[in-house]
């Protein structure tokens, strides 16, 4: 029996995995279109929002949820620290015509002239900086928001991470997903590997990438105080994308939590 060797590869989130995990694995995929539909239904509701509003949507990826918002008639920016995800929003809001646009940027830096009605940050991009910049972000959102704006924001349930803990392999088209999953309880912090191995024998690493160190599992209090320290009012926290709003619980497979700026500060 002959023996497999492999070549390892390490390629950056810019050059390889942001494609690959945004775009490649999710952009035909009718499952995951059905949850940002599900994702977007329960902001539209939850943060009382209207045709004509102007969402931002901050580590948008791909720019999916960015661009319901604005089939929904809302004006869109999407931001994200990738290039390729950028260029690729750009192009999809083009070929359907909707008021999105795409920019690349830090959300732990973000500044703007302009105030949002809403902002948004999906998918669990939250939490990937260190705690100092984890709570910049949470400062340039509060002051990208309009005086009576509404945020709403998803990050790492701490309780649901055996979920993601040990060693697994998934196949794909593209071949087999090693993952290995890995949390620190002195830094609370959810982390690990993957690497991709191709049938030509190639096995992609990670390199650089702004996810490397894995994500902070903030508890309720934790980022209720954090929120609450920026100025934010109201912190409600829900379990699920089902409407009208589960409450979240130690079993829940998501941390989503709504927030408001208040109208005077
Ligand atoms: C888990 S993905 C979620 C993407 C999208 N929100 C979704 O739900 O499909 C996290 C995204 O955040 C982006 N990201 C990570 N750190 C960021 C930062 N500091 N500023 C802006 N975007 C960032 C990544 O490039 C990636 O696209």
Known sequence: MSKRTFRRVTKTWDEFWAEFWRIRLVGDDDAAHLNNEQVVEFCWETLKMKPGMSVLDLGCGAGYQALLFAQKGCEVLGVDISP???????????????????????????????????IVILGMSFGFGTEEENLASLKCVYDALAPGGKILITAQHPYSISNHLGSEWLECDEGILLHRGEFDPMTCRLGGSWE????????????????????????VPELSSMLQNCGFRKPNFFGAWYLPGSPINWFSMEMICAADKPKRS
């Open 84 to 118: 390729p995800l950028v260029k690729h929003g750009n192009k999809l809001a083009k070929k359907l015509g909707v008021s999105a646009s795409f920019a690349v940027g830090d959300m732990r830096t973000f500044k703007s002239d302009k105030l949002y009605d809403r």
């Open 196 to 219: 991709l191995a191709c049938p030509d024998g190639a096995l992609i690493l990670e390199g650089e990438n702004p996810e490397l160190d894995g994500i902070r599992c903030y508890t």
